[in-house]
Each structure stands twice: as structure tokens, then as C-alpha cells.
């Protein structure tokens, strides 16, 4: 047969046999005309080779399987040097799987200690904003506005349990191990898809509507927030992981947001909740910590685009405490 049969045959191009007759894999006859002539073991040496490039065997690896077959056996693997390719394989993958598991220990070594660092010190902070950062769009007028029920009112003074989160930065981190010193971590409702619409009347529910233009507010805010004393900035809500990094990607945050969807920390702590469309989200709340423990709560917070500010201040007028 001729070379496109064949190649169609065996399920491979007609540069692959090419290239195997090259590497002397495949022998094909010539007919009286010059073409190259394949028969029917041709093609069952080039499924073979196929076949055994999937599992990861180069061409040139495949030669004892197809000298295997020439010998007239129906499997290319009835032959012991075949048996041997494996084993040389075999050995190579796992060297391999060594080498990758070792790297894969030392970059999460590497991050986790990346994480514990902090927020990245800048030798002289920018005089200028940077306009190139997306923003939120601008909160609607109007908005009701959230009366403290004393829903929080408890938490002050509480120990964060040992809860452990993965970020959207890939970094798993346990809450009571976070810092030893002042840190932020505030609760938002609801992210959700960028391209569906918010639960309906959510305008109308007191607090709920503002969490990316909370989340624009500590981004922007982040050397204040350093510079009066907090070590990290963590947020934290029943959103999607999905949901979150479209979110971080959007308005590029430079801290992680956690994804708790089954509010396993508003159980564990008794954070305010309110139910909207059948689901039950975190009411926003900002707890100010040291350590592992609660050392000031924000709550209600309104409005949610300056409320990174209002925490800054706070700080400021706190540092000594």
C-alpha cells in the first residue's frame, strides 16, 4: 500500500513514517515505479510505535517491541529484551517523579515562607497613585444603610479557632497561626460571576452591596495599613474559590481571599449572616487581630469603599495599645 494508506492505516502522519524509516524502525519495500511499498506488518509496527508513545517511549525506545513482532509474535511485549525496555522506563519515570516531587517540596517551602513574610516593603512609598489599577465601579446612591443588631457584639477578646483555608494564592494557611502580630481579616457577602446579574433586590439589603469596591479599598490601602502596624490583610467569604480569583484577577489584589463555603468560621465564631436567595452569606465584618486574638471588630461597615480608610485610622490612633 501506499504511504497515505498506511499512515492512515496505523493512525499516524505520513512525516511520522518518514521518520521512522529514517531511524531504520520501518523497512518498506519499493514497487516497480520507486514508491514506497507497505504491507500489512508495516502498519503494525507503526500502531506499535504509536501505541508505546503514549505511555511516553520515544521511537528509538520502541525497537525491541518491533524486533519482537518481526519474530513472528503477536504482541510486541512477548519478547524479554521488551520486558527489559519497560524496566529502563519504568526506572527513568521514577527518577523522574523524584526529581519532580523534590522540586514540588521546596517551591511549597519556598511560597509558604514567601507568605509568612508579609506584604513586600517598598524602600520609598509612590508619591503618585497608580491610575493603571482597574477599579470598582461606583457604589448607587441610596443605598440603606446597616444598624448594629450586637450581632458581633461577643467577638471581641475571642480566639480564632484553628481553621485552615487555601487562598487564591495557592497558600494554605490555619487562621490562628496567621501572625503573632496585628493583622486584618474582613468578611464580605458576595463576589459572585462578573457576567450574572446580583441576586435580586440586592440593592435593598442593608450592607450587601459593595464588596469589590471594599476589596479596591484595601488594595489601595495596603502601605497605610502596614504602615500602622498590619502585618497581613486576608479576606474571607462563602463565594466560589472560582468566583474569588476572577475577582483577584480583575481588580489585581495583592492579598488572598478565602473561600468558605459551608461558613465552617461563621459557625465556629457566631459571625452575622443574612439568607438572600435561598442561600446564607457572611454579613461584612472586619475583625482586627493580634495574634489569634480578636482585638477589635468593625460592624456594621458602611460605606464599603472607604471602609479600608476608616480601619487605617483606626490603627493609627491605636498603634500603642
Same mark, same amino acid.
Do not use: H, K, M
Given at each position: 500500500m501506499r504511504a497515505g494508506e498506511a499512515a492512515a492505516a496505523a493512525g499516524v502522519t505520513i512525516k511520522a513514517l518518514r521518520y521512522y524509516e529514517t531511524c531504520g524502525l520501518l523497512r518498506p519495500g519499493r514497487a516497480a515505479n520507486g514508491y514506497r511499498d507497505y504491507t500489512a506488518q508495516d502498519v503494525r509496527l507503526a500502531e506499535e510505535i504509536r501505541s508505546l508513545g503514549v505511555l511516553g517511549l520515544a521511537p528509538l525506545e520502541t525497537r525491541p517491541f518491533l524486533e519482537c513482532l518481526r519474530a513472528g509474535h503477536e504482541e510486541g511485549d512477548h519478547c524479554a529484551e521488551s520486558l527489559a525496555a519497560y524496566q529502563r522506563k519504568i526506572e527513568a519515570l521514577d527518577l523522574l517523579l523524584a526529581r519532580l516531587a523534590h522540586s514540588r517540596e521546596e517551591l511549597i517551602r519556598r511560597r509558604d515562607a514567601a507568605a509568612r513574610r508579609g506584604f513586600p516593603a517598598t524602600t520609598e512609598p509612590s508619591k503618585e497613585p497608580d491610575t493603571m489599577l482597574p477599579e470598582a465601579d461606583p457604589l448607587p446612591s441610596g443605598l440603606p444603610v446597616p444598624v448594629d443588631d450586637g450581632a458581633a457584639a461577643h467577638l471581641p477578646g475571642r480566639t480564632l479557632p484553628a481553621l485552615s483555608f487555601t487562598g487564591t494564592d495557592g497558600a494554605t494557611v490555619r487562621l490562628d497561626t496567621v501572625s503573632e502580630g496585628r493583622w486584618v481579616l474582613f468578611c464580605y457577602p458576595l463576589t459572585?460571576? #462578573? =457576567? =450574572? /446579574?446580583? #441576586? %435580586?433586590?440586592?440593592?435593598?439589603?442593608?450592607? =450587601?452591596?459593595?464588596? &469589590?469596591? %471594599? @476589596?479596591?479599598?484595601?488594595? /489601595?490601602n495596603l502601605q497605610a495599613l502596614r504602615a500602622a502596624g498590619v502585618d497581613?490583610? +486576608? @479576606? +474571607? &467569604? &462563602?463565594d466560589r474559590a472560582d468566583y474569588q480569583q476572577a475577582l483577584v484577577d480583575r481588580l489585581h489584589l495583592p492579598y488572598p481571599l478565602f473561600s468558605d463555603p459551608r461558613l465552617t468560621l461563621a459557625d465556629a465564631l457566631r459571625l452575622p449572616t443574612f439568607e438572600a %436567595?435561598?442561600?446564607? +452569606?457572611?454579613r461584612r465584618l472586619t475583625l482586627v487581630l493580634r495574634g489569634a486574638t480578636i482585638e477589635h471588630v468593625f460592624y456594621p461597615v458602611f460605606p464599603p469603599d472607604t471602609h479600608a480608610d476608616e480601619v487605617a485610622q483606626w490603627l493609627r490612633g491605636h498603634r500603642g495599645s
Open positions: 459572585g460571576d #462578573p =457576567a =450574572a /446579574d446580583v #441576586p %435580586e433586590g440586592w440593592n435593598d439589603i442593608p450592607g =450587601a452591596r459593595g464588596c &469589590s469596591q %471594599e @476589596a479596591c479599598g484595601f488594595r /489601595d497581613r490583610v +486576608l @479576606a +474571607l &467569604s &462563602s %436567595e435561598g442561600r446564607t +452569606l457572611y
